[in-house]
């Protein structure tokens, strides 16, 4: 029976659907972490700023954001939205727009430890050389952050892909939900298929999230000092 | 906002909150425990078994747990091996979980720097005691951040328990909005209960871990 | 202060690391009541030799002997060989989590199993003498570090050991603070306690030590009493170290002439 099962892979377009799934799944969570960085880098610096009205505002935003469940994010999107605004989002668009949001506030909170982690001396002793502002920055300041940082962006890509698999609850077609069709065509000819597509799945995600928790790793071992 | 929709269906929200902190609940427990041990094993690298648990944490950290689930709850039973919603929950929590804790652990123990053990063997102490009094409480303290982090990340995960059928916050969310098209009014019962559940917990562990740093515990920078 | 009970033996100690050697062929005596003082430039392996003894390092060759019998590169009994052998290091090394006296106490109750409320006792009585009594409540990182190293000192005093090793205990201190360190080893050593240093400070090493040994890339090179080795150093390794620790005036003003 087993035997069997495992064909269901290869049967047809199977494989080819499967990773076509795959491909939507890093679509969205590419694009995602691609806006996240990039408002996060923002945020992170904003919030880094003395102003206790912009601090305030971060913060609620921030906390908000990261105690939600990334799930009832995406049903507030999802649902909440086209409720409220009659706006009729495809699943996908709602999964990009939660992800950036929900990334953007990982992203900021990371940029802003990293700012504050460099030790003031490092501002002082650019000074007493005689650097300008923006000479310490570039020299001095973001070449420090970019090491502390990158690792930890770079993770913040494989949670992100992580957390993409919710999507096929709000109806996304993507990996697993091909799963699921393929699953569902071959119920009768192939009793064990859902095991085999839920392993395979499962052995996806790992091999693409593998690679990157290492590099994210190595870096971060080898930036350490 | 319907005030009488929401009132009539609280309950059902009370009664969801409740199955999602228990099963969080233990889940967490087990995963707490599962990795410490894991930690342990790795710690003293006890041969064959270190590398089963390496093995299983890159695994665990790098699949979502969704795809945990639907292995264990649709995958499984075609091996004979049929589980129920609670303990398929409460299996993937844990598997993902421990993980997560062992790294937490691991780090903890690995900021115990190596003077402390010697000089923990100067006075005279075997290995075992010099783990016990002396690393083992330092690295406990030193992981309780990471480990109030994968807590409250880990009872954030627990929204995913309504794709294997669990009765759960979620579950009765979409449910409602399903059944009655009442989107804002469940949407808001269920922004709220995730805010009583995750928000104290959260303030709890701030006030810890602030109470730790001022106590200036793990902090072993100072030479 | 020295007899002639040999309390230590060190004989032919090879320590490699890889291929680099460390040590090589050391030999050493060490009698009761005896102060014995290793100096040499870094790297020469002086830490290491106390490691070695203390049993934190496995050796290669050689054995090392405490009262006869041996106690090198035995993993299974070195927890009773280090009751008996005190060390104390050079960074502060206090257990943050514990209190001064939990931390005094920590060795006497769970190594040696002796009565709390005698040990605690001791460790008051230890306490005082050092002039630390006040904080036996504290933790390590209210003290100074001055006061941590003496801390230190009476955690290893309390397990009643036989040799005391210390390992360039005042290296990591201020300056203001290595004299108190000093004084309570000074104290030690009137007292007939055996001890085994591994210090940079030349006049306390001159003060305190009976006998000078002097190691230079991993050899022992010169052996003999404080006063010869200072005044009249037989090799020309030791007049080269002996030189760096004195300056030639550089800027000369009518009052230095």
């Known amino acids: ?225 | 906002m319907d005030i009488q929709f929401i009132s009539k269906y609280l309950p059902m929200y009370v009664e969801a909150a409740r199955l999602t902190v228990f099963i969080a609940f233990i889940g967490i427990l087990f995963s707490v425990l599962l990795g410490f041990i894991c930690s342990l094993i790795r710690y003293i690298k006890i041969p064959i078994l270190h590398k089963i648990v390496d093995i299983y944490i890159e695994l665990s950290r790098n699949t979502p747990l969704l795809i945990q689930l639907f292995f264990l709850y649709f995958g499984l039973p075609k091996i004979g091996i049929r589980l129920s919603s609670e303990s398929c929950a409460i299996a993937g929590l844990v598997f993902l979980g421990g993980s997560y804790m062992a790294e937490a652990f691991r780090s903890g123990l690995e900021s115990i720097p190596n003077i402390q053990r010697e000089s923990g063997l100067s006075i005279g102490l075997t290995k075992m005691q010099v783990f016990l009094y002396i690393i083992l409480p330092q690295a406990v303290t030193v992981s309780i951040p990471a480990f109030s982090a994968n807590v409250i990340f880990l009872i954030k995960e627990t929204s995913v328990f309504s794709a294997v059928a669990l009765a759960d916050l979620m579950y009765v969310a979409k449910d409602l909005i399903g059944l009655y098209y009442k989107t804002d009014e469940a949407l808001l019962m269920l922004v709220m209960a995730y805010l009583v559940i995750l928000l104290p917990v959260s303030i709890i562990f701030t006030l810890i871990e602030r109470k730790m740093r001022y106590a200036g515990f793990g902090n072993q920078s100072s030479f | ?257």
Not at chain 1, 165 to 183: A, D, N, R, T, Y
Not at chain 3, 24 to 44: Q, R
């Open chain 1, 1 to 225: 029976m087993q035997d069997l099962g495992i064909r269901v892979l290869f049967e047809g377009k199977n494989l080819i659907r499967l990773l076509g799934g795959l491909w939507v799944t890093l679509r969205i969570s590419l694009l995602s972490a691609a806006i996240s960085i990039v408002l996060g880098i923002l945020l992170g610096m904003v919030m880094n700023r003395k102003n206790p009205i912009t601090r305030a505002i971060t913060r609620v935003y921030l906390e908000f954001i990261r105690i939600m469940p990334q799930l009832v994010l995406l049903f507030l999107v999802y649902f909440g939205l086209t409720k409220a605004f009659g706006i009729n989002l495809t699943g996908e668009t709602a999964a990009v727009i939660v992800f950036s949001i929900w990334g953007t506030a990982e992203m900021g909170d990371l940029v802003r430890g990293a700012l504050q982690s460099i030790p003031k001396h490092q501002y002082e002793s650019g000074k007493a050389i005689g650097l300008t502002q923006l000479q310490i920055y570039c020299y001095i300041i973001i070449p420090q952050t970019i090491r502390r940082l990158l690792p930890l962006a770079i993770n913040l890509i494989t949670r992100m892909i992580k957390t993409t698999s919710l999507i096929v609850l709000i109806g996304v077609v993507e990996m697993v939900k091909v799963g699921q069709q393929i699953i569902e065509a071959n119920r009768l000819t192939v009793p064990s298929a859902s095991l085999w597509v839920y392993a395979f799945i499962f052995f996806l995600y790992f091999i693409v999230c593998y690679p990157i928790s290492r590099l994210s790793a190595c870096l971060e071992k080898r930036w350490k000092n």
């Open chain 3, 1 to 257: 202060m020295k007899n002639d009970e040999k309390i230590l033996e060190i004989k032919h100690l090879k320590k490699k690391y890889d291929d680099t050697v460390i040590l090589n062929d050391i030999n050493i005596n060490i009698y009761k009541g005896e102060v014995v003082v290793v100096l040499g430039p870094s790297g020469c392996g002086k830490s290491t030799l106390l490691r070695c003894i203390n049993g934190l390092e496995t050796i290669q060759e050689g054995g090392i002997y405490l009262n006869g019998e041996k106690i090198s590169n035995q993993d299974k009994k070195m927890h009773f060989v280090r009751q008996k052998i005190g060390m104390v290091f050079q960074s502060y090394d206090l257990f943050p989590h514990l209190t001064i006296v939990e931390n005094i106490l920590l060795g006497p109750i769970k190594a040696q199993g002796r009565d709390k409320k005698d040990a605690t006792q001791e460790a008051e009585k230890l306490l005082e003498r050092v002039g630390l009594l006040d904080k036996r409540n504290s933790y390590p990182r209210q003290l100074s570090g001055g006061q941590k190293q003496r801390v230190a000192i009476v955690r290893a005093l309390c397990m009643h050991p036989q040799v005391m090793l210390f390992d360039e205990i005042t290296a990591a201190l201020d300056p203001e603070m290595v004299r108190e360190v000093l004084d309570v080893m000074l104290e030690l050593a009137k007292e007939g306690g055996t001890m085994v240093i591994v210090t940079h400070e030349m006049q306390f090493a001159r003060a305190i030590a009976d006998r000078i040994i002097f190691l230079d890339q991993s050899r022992i090179i010169e052996e003999s009493t404080p006063q010869e080795f200072f005044e009249n150093p037989k090799t020309s390794r030791a007049k080269q170290f002996l030189n760096v620790f004195d300056f030639e005036v550089v800027k000369h003003s009518d009052s230095n002439k």
